[in-house]
């Protein structure tokens, strides 16, 4: 008789060895691997990958599960298997986390540490937060968007009533938005519970990227953001979270507290003319109304990133850059990038 299955872990991959890391990391830290499963989604006809696979499970029983598709085109199209993975989740699963495939579990028995808190709530709502930003909070809905916990831990039951990890890029912002307007409901709807125990590494975004392939998520991001909060996605949430507090309150007909659409529209306008800004990045080299329109326009123009790059090749090689970039940490970081490996 098979080992029920009581944590599932989520993820996209298509890079073998660092899947294979990431699943060292799960097999040398957990106290009862059986009881764990991780469900993957690969593009289709990846050879490498599910030879991979296959060669992990035969250590490791029934430990993968995975999905082939053709979804993801370019990175903005991540998200979009998440959702068919959810609904791949064993059934006796307690637990549910999304992952990256650059993450290192550090913690002895963590999966331990995670069952331990199945009980913690009747009703069995909760998240477990686990990543970096674990204690952060959050007094500005943009601020999900930018800063989520990106690796909790949710109940089955959280996301079987949300009934989705995302309907548009980032399955964290979107859970962390749910979790921002559940708490506006009252303190006593807040079900985030903070683990001090558990820790990752790997737990930076594109890291590890060319110069071209940078900004070419940074055009990604700057529209996925705008999607995230916009009317329509910022509803969905306001809806989930609607959903987990009837059931936490036991109130079929409590008052929905709703959302304004023209404060929505209107907010992402102003803010788009000091995006980063508002987007956490106070010190940011785009810091005027003038440049903020440039960059808009850049992000709805893909033929440019030829013409950008030379540009800052060319202001990098005159010495013109750390000119431009006075904060000389961030002048740092970006000729760090420029240098990371050659610019095609």
């Not at 029920?4 to 830290?29: A, C, G, M, Q, W």
């Not at 490791?60 to 998200?79: H, P, Q, V």
């Amino acid at each position: 008789m098979s080992t029920k299955k009581l944590i599932s872990i989520h993820l996209n991959s298509n890079k073998p060895k660092s899947l294979e890391k990431f699943i060292t990391s799960i097999v040398h830290n957990s106290q009862n691997l059986e009881n764990i499963e991780i469900l993957v989604s690969i593009d289709k006809n990846d050879m490498k990958m599910i030879d991979t696979i296959k060669q992990i499970n035969c250590n490791k029983k029934d430990l993968i599960r995975y999905i082939e598709t053709d979804l993801i085109k370019t990175f903005a199209d991540a998200w979009k298997p998440l959702n068919i993975l959810l609904e791949k989740t064993s059934s006796s699963v307690i637990f549910i986390s999304c992952m990256s495939d650059d993450v290192r579990f550090l913690t002895k028995n963590w999966d331990a540490k995670i069952r331990g808190y199945e009980n913690y709530y009747k009703d069995k709502i909760c998240r477990i937060r686990c990543s970096k930003f674990k204690t952060e909070t959050y007094k500005d809905i943009w601020e999900c968007g930018y800063k989520p916990d990106s690796y909790a831990f949710y109940s089955k039951r959280w996301l079987q009533t949300v009934n989705k990890w995302n309907p548009c890029i980032g399955p964290d912002t979107f859970q962390e938005c749910i979790a921002y307007y559940m708490r506006n409901y009252g303190r006593k709807y807040n079900r985030e519970i903070i683990d001090k125990d558990i820790q990752f590494s790997g737990q930076e975004v594109s890291s590890n990227l060319n110069f071209k392939t940078r900004l070419e998520r940074s055009r990604i991001y700057y529209k996925a953001f705008f999607i995230l909060m916009s009317y329509k996605v910022q509803s969905s949430a306001n809806n989930s979270a609607y959903e987990l507090i009837k059931i936490i309150s036991g109130n079929d007909n409590l008052e929905k507290k709703l959302l304004s659409r023209i404060k929505i529209y209107y907010t992402n306008f102003i803010r788009r003319l000091n995006f980063f800004y508002y987007r956490g990045s106070p010190e940011h080299f785009i810091n005027s109304k003038f440049k903020n329109i440039i960059f808009f326009l850049w992000c709805y123009s893909n033929f440019t990133d030829q013409y950008v790059i030379k540009i800052i090749k060319f202001l990098s090689k005159k010495k013109y850059l750390e000119k431009i970039i006075s904060d000389k940490k961030k002048f740092k970081k970006i000729q760090k990038i420029i240098n990371y490996n050659e610019i095609s």
